[in-house]
């Protein structure tokens, strides 16, 4: 039961883990969809972090949405510099499992990428996904711009509607202009591919918002 508790408490900075002073990622690496580095960001593109749960099946479903130009998964919202995944599954460093999404505006609009966010998690969950218990697993949205945290924060209000009207509780979606981003290890990026029988659920919940 302490054990759980610790799981879902977020780890005050002073306790967080140490982590080291270089990447866990080795650079570059490639990405297995786009054929370019998960570090590059495309000319032109926008970028925002997101965080739904499990970052397997999350970032599957942003490297597959139209105006998406690149992805990679790491860990952000915390305090442990460049972690491994075993430490932040130990929630000790305060990380969350999150989506780096590079898209280019002229082709999509944040309100698209955000429709995939809410519908495909469940934001009221707090520090879990279904049976993924811990702060790893927390919803939260990283903005690199203040019209993105406008528009992040007007259409988490529209869900909330939808979402109240649905019975569920209110949304825990972490939002915020995004800090540190750190790549997660090699294996973790583009795993679907690399893994097409491997195994990620997605906690979609039905609720959806026009």
């Not at 919202?77 to 305060?94: D, I, L, Q, R």
């Not at 955000?114 to 879990?128: A, C, I, S, W, Y």
Request: include cysteine.
């Amino acid at each position: 039961m302490l054990f759980s508790q610790q799981k879902v408490t977020m780890v005050e900075p002073t306790r967080a883990l140490r982590g080291r002073d270089h990447s866990v990622l080795a650079e570059p690496t490639f990405h297995e969809i786009f054929g370019i580095p998960v570090q590059q960001v495309p000319v032109g593109s926008e970028v925002i972090y997101l965080a739904l749960g499990c970052f397997w099946g999350a970032e599957k479903l942003y490297w597959q949405a139209p105006g998406v130009t690149n992805t990679a998964v790491g860990y952000a919202g915390g305090f442990t510099p460049n972690p491994s995944y075993e430490e932040v599954c130990s929630a000790k460093t305060g990380h969350t499992e999150i989506v780096k999404v590079s898209y280019d505006p002229t082709k999509t609009d944040l309100e698209a990428l955000l429709k995939v966010f809410f519908e495909n998690h469940d934001p009221t969950q707090g520090m879990r996904q279904g049976h993924d218990v811990g702060t790893q697993y927390r919803s939260a949205i990283y903005t690199t711009t203040p019209e993105q945290l406008a528009t992040v924060t007007a259409v988490r209000d529209k869900y909330q509607t939808e979402f109240s009207r649905a019975g569920y509780r209110q949304i825990t979606t972490e939002i915020a202009p995004v800090g540190d981003f750190f790549y997660a290890e090699d294996y973790h990026q583009q795993y679907l591919d690399k893994n097409p029988f491997g195994y990620c659920p997605v906690h979609a919940t039905g609720v959806t918002c026009n």
